[in-house]
C-alpha cells in the first residue's frame, strides 16, 4: 500500500486493482491507451474504422508503454448524439475480442454508461475494467451489476448528460462538490460488495474551463478517498481553447497537464498519444527519487 501524507496525517492508499485474479500494481502510475472505435469522437473518430487499423494502433500502444487499453464505441464528446445499446455492441464486441486475441496480456477497459454492455463483454472476453463517464448516473442498474459481476469500476464524475453537460454546469465549489458527489457513491459502490473503485474527477464532463483548472491544481484533494485517481485531459477542449489551437495541435498541451496531475496524485493517464505520457511519467519518476 502507498503511504501518503495529507493535512497532516497519514493515510493509506490502495495501490493495486484485481482485474480476473491479476493484480496491477498501481504503487507506480501507468499509462491507459485510448481506442475509439466510433466515428464521431472529437479528436480520432473514424480513423479506426477496420480491424487491422485497430490492431495496428493497439500494438503501437503496448509497444510504447500503455498498460490498459480503454475500448470505446459511442462518442461522449459535448452535444453527441446518443447511439443504441444494439449499435454500441456492434461496435465494441467485435473491437474487444480482437485485442484479447491478439493481446492476451493486455488489461481492457471498456468506455461505457451501460450495464448491460458490460454483461455483455464480460461474456465474451471475460474480466475487464468498466470506465463509466456517468458514474451510474445513467444506467440505474449499473452500481448493481458491478457488484454482481466484482469487476474494477472507474467512477466519472459527470454534471448532466454528454448532451448538455456543458450548457451551463455550476458548482458553489467544484472540487467540494465534485468530491462530495463521489464520496455518495463510493459509498454505495461499498455497500453492494465492489472492491475495486478507481475515481475520475471528470475533466470536461459537465466543468467549465475554470472549473477544469481548480480540479487540477487540487488533484490532491482527492487522495482523500485513499483509491486510485484516473486521469484523462487528452487533447481536451481545456488544452487547445486556451493555446487557441486545435485537437490536433494539442500534444504539447496535454503532456504538460499530464505532468501536472501525475504530481498531483495522478495514478493513472488516460491519453491518445502513449509515448509522450510514458516520457513524462518517466522523468516524473526520475524527479521523485531526488525526494
Known amino acids: 500500500m502507498l503511504i501518503t501524507q495529507s493535512a497532516g496525517k497519514f493515510i493509506k492508499r490502495k495501490s493495486t486493482i484485481n482485474v480476473g485474479g491479476e493484480l496491477l500494481d498501481l504503487s507506480i502510475?501507468?499509462?491507459?491507451?485510448?481506442?475509439?472505435?466510433?466515428?464521431?469522437?472529437?479528436?480520432?473518430?473514424?480513423?479506426?474504422?477496420?480491424?487491422?487499423?485497430?490492431?495496428?494502433?493497439?500494438?503501437?500502444?503496448?509497444?510504447?508503454?500503455?498498460?490498459?487499453?480503454?475500448?470505446?464505441?459511442?462518442?461522449?464528446?459535448?452535444?453527441?448524439?446518443?447511439?443504441?445499446?444494439?449499435e454500441e455492441l456492434e461496435r465494441l464486441i467485435p473491437a474487444v475480442k480482437a485485442i484479447r486475441k491478439h493481446f492476451p496480456e493486455v488489461i481492457i477497459s471498456i468506455d461505457t454508461y451501460r450495464?448491460?454492455?458490460?454483461?455483455?463483454?464480460?461474456?465474451?472476453?471475460g474480466p475487464v475494467i468498466?470506465?463509466?463517464?456517468?458514474?451510474?448516473?445513467?444506467?440505474?442498474?449499473?452500481f448493481e451489476t458491478i457488484g454482481k459481476l466484482q469487476v474494477p469500476y472507474i467512477l466519472t464524475h459527470i454534471q448532466g448528460t454528454p448532451q448538455n453537460m456543458q450548457a451551463n454546469p455550476v458548482y458553489k465549489d467544484v472540487v467540494r462538490d465534485v468530491s462530495a458527489e463521489l464520496s455518495e457513491s463510493v459509498r454505495k459502490l461499498t455497500r453492494l460488495g465492489v472492491n475495486d473503485i478507481l475515481i475520475d474527477p471528470g475533466f470536461g464532463f459537465g466543468k467549465t474551463m475554470f472549473h477544469n483548472y481548480q480540479l487540477l491544481n487540487r488533484l490532491d484533494s482527492f487522495k482523500v478517498f485513499q483509491l486510485p485517481v484516473v486521469v484523462g485531459v487528452s487533447r481536451k477542449s481545456m488544452i487547445w481553447k486556451v493555446l487557441e489551437t486545435t485537437p490536433e495541435e494539442a500534444l504539447n498541451g496535454t503532456t504538460v497537464l499530464n505532468t501536472m496531475a501525475l504530481l498531483g496524485g495522478a495514478d493513472i493517464l488516460r491519453v491518445h498519444d502513449v509515448k509522450p505520457a510514458v516520457d513524462a511519467l518517466r522523468l516524473f519518476l526520475q524527479l521523485k527519487e531526488t525526494v
Open 29 to 86: 502510475p501507468c499509462i491507459m491507451g485510448i481506442i475509439n472505435v466510433t466515428p464521431d469522437s472529437f479528436y480520432d473518430g473514424d480513423t479506426l474504422q477496420s480491424e487491422y487499423d485497430m490492431l495496428e494502433r493497439v500494438e503501437q500502444m503496448v509497444a510504447e508503454g500503455a498498460v490498459i487499453i480503454d475500448v470505446g464505441s459511442v462518442s461522449t464528446r459535448p452535444g453527441a448524439e446518443p447511439v443504441s445499446t444494439k
Open 115 to 125: 450495464s448491460w454492455v458490460a454483461i455483455r463483454v464480460l461474456e465474451e472476453i
Open 130 to 142: 468498466v470506465n463509466d463517464i456517468s458514474g451510474g448516473s445513467l444506467d440505474a442498474h449499473m
